[in-house]
C-alpha cells in the first residue's frame, strides 16, 4: 500500500484490499516481528556465505555451513530467503572434446572399473584434461585427484595438449604425495599413452589404468571436477590473456577448491578438511 499512496487514498486502498483505515495505520507504527528480524539476519548470513563461495553455492552447501556455525535452519526458509537476495547456485556450460587417441598406442588395462573408492589417500588418483577458453587462445589444464578426498594433489597449465602437460601434473602429485603403488586412472587420450608418461608411472611405481573409448562414467570422479570448475569459476569470467586464467585457476584449486569447498560425498568437509579429519580418526 505504501508503494501506491502517491496515486491512490488510503482509504480507498483499504477499501480494495479489504482491510481497515485504523489496521493500516497501526501496522505502519508497529516494527517489524520477530520472524522477520529473523530472516533478516538469517538472509544476511546467508548472503555472506553465498559471496564467500564466490557465488557458486546452492542450498544444501549453505546449508552445511550453517550448520557447521551452529545456525540451523530448514531448507525451506534456506531456499527462499536466497531467492529474495538473488543468490543462485552456478550452473554449467557446453563441453568440448579433449581426449585424443592414439589408435597405435596400446592403453593400460582398467582397474577401477568404475568403482571411485579409496579407504586412504594416495590409493586411487584420477586425472584428466579441460580447457579454459581466454581472448588470446585456450589455455588448457591438466589434474590428478585423489579419489579418497577429492583433493587436487597435482595440476599442470599450458597452451597445448601435448604429453608434457599430463607429465608435469603427475610430478607434482609425485613431489606432493610421494605415494607408494597408487593407481593412476585416466581415459585413453595419447598423451596418457604415450611413452614418456608410461615411462614416469614406471619410474615412480603407479600402476596406471585406464577405462574405455568415448565412455564419461569411465572417469567420472574427474569429469566431476571439470564440470565443478567449468561452473563455479569458468562461466563467470571471461580472460583476456592466458596467464590472467593461470592465475584465477590457480587461485580457485588452491584457494578455494582444496581448502573450502564442501562436497556432498565428503559429507559437506572440502578435501583439505577431510583429510584432516581423517588423519585425526586414524
Known sequence: MRAHQAFY?????????????????????????????????????????????????????????????GIHAGDKRIARLMRERHCYGASRRRSMITTVRDRDARPAPDLVDRNFRADAPDRLWVADITYIPTWSGFLFLAVVLDVFSRRVVG????????????????????????????VHHSDQGSQYT??????????????????????????????????????????KHRFKTQREASLAVFDFIEGWYNPHRRHSALGYLSPNNFERRMGDAA
Open 9 to 69: 487514498t488510503v482509504t480507498m486502498l483499504c477499501r480494495v484490499l479489504e482491510v481497515s483505515v485504523s489496521g493500516f495505520y497501526a501496522s505502519c507504527k508497529r516494527g517489524p516481528s520477530q520472524r522477520a528480524q529473523a530472516d533478516l539476519l538469517l538472509g544476511d548470513r546467508i548472503e555472506a556465505i553465498y559471496r564467500h563461495s564466490r557465488s557458486t553455492y546452492g542450498r544444501p552447501r549453505i546449508e552445511a555451513e550453517l550448520k557447521d556455525e
Open 155 to 182: 595440476w599442470a597449465m599450458a597452451n597445448h595438449m601435448r604429453k608434457e602437460l599430463v607429465v608435469d601434473a603427475l610430478n607434482m602429485a609425485i613431489y606432493r604425495r610421494k605415494p607408494e603403488a597408487v
Open 194 to 235: 604415450s611413452i614418456a608418461f608410461g615411462k614416469r608411472c614406471k619410474d615412480a611405481g603407479i600402476r596406471p589404468s585406464m577405462g574405455s573409448v568415448g565412455d564419461c562414467y569411465d572417469n567420472a570422479m574427474c569429469e566431476s571436477f571439470n564440470a565443478t570448475l567449468e561452473c563455479e569459476l569458468l562461466v
